[in-house]
C-alpha cells in the first residue's frame, strides 16, 4: 500500500492516518482522544476499504476543512448563546458556555495556525 489513507477518529473526528501491523492488518489511532481501531478479518478489512474509498478522505486538505467546519460551528454555537442572554443582566451558565466555547474557538485558531 503506497498511497496514505485516512480515517475519521469516531470521537473527535479529526483525520487520522490509516497505519498498518506488521500483519497487514489496518489501524488508526488518535492520541489525544486514546482511540485505537483495528480492523480484523477478512470482511472487516474489505468494508473499511470500501468505506475509505467512499470517503475519499485527502490528508491534509480534509483535516485542515474539518477545522473550518468546526470553527464555524462553534461561532454559531457562540451567536445562539449571546442569543439567549436576557435583555437585562446575564444568566451565569451562559456567561461558562460561551467561555468554553471562546476557548475553543481559541484552540482550533491555534491549530489552524500550526497546520
Ligand atoms: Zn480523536
Known sequence: MNHKLYFPCPVCKRVLL?????????YCKCNEC??????????GITRFYRLLGELKIHGDTRDLINAVDYFNALKVLLADIRGKQPFFGEDPDLNLQEMAILRQIEKVKENLKEG
Open 18 to 26: 490509516v497505519e498498518y501491523a506488521k500483519t497487514g492488518k489496518p
Open 34 to 43: 486514546g482511540v485505537q481501531l483495528f480492523v480484523r478479518g477478512k470482511q
